[in-house]
């Protein structure tokens, strides 16, 4: 899933990114907050609507374009539930 550069308002055709809350490589879950986003006029927290691994694409302090990709989250792992081993089946045995 891409997570881009939200619209903000009508005038704002760009933003600074600032200080990355995760790093690539990170797990993240539902509403985890992901970065900052400054511009002139707000600023503007970026929360991760899935829960996946992050892959950040640009560095703190780049300036971004309205609509522009900020980082990836790979949901493969995160749909699965951790797997418990199975246990070996117990073999009955009777005596002859």
């Known amino acids: 899933m891409d997570?881009?550069?939200p619209e903000?308002?009508?005038s704002i055709v760009e933003a600074i990114v600032g200080e990355w809350q995760k790093k690539t490589g990170d797990q993240v879950a539902v509403?985890?907050?992901?970065?900052?986003l400054e511009t002139d006029k707000i600023n503007i927290?970026?929360?991760a609507e899935t829960a996946g691994?992050?892959?950040t694409l640009v560095a703190e302090g780049d300036a971004v374009a309205i609509g522009?990709?900020?980082a990836r989250l790979d949901e493969?792992?995160?749909?699965k539930a951790p797997t418990a081993e199975?246990?070996?089946?117990?073999k009955s045995t009777t005596a002859p």
């Open 3 to 5: 997570i881009k550069v």
């Open 8 to 10: 903000i308002g009508e």
């Open 31 to 36: 509403d985890d907050l992901l970065v900052e």
């Open 45 to 47: 927290e970026i929360l």
């Open 53 to 55: 691994t992050l892959e």
């Open 68 to 70: 522009s990709i900020l």
């Open 76 to 79: 493969s792992g995160a749909a």
């Open 86 to 90: 199975k246990a070996p089946e117990a």
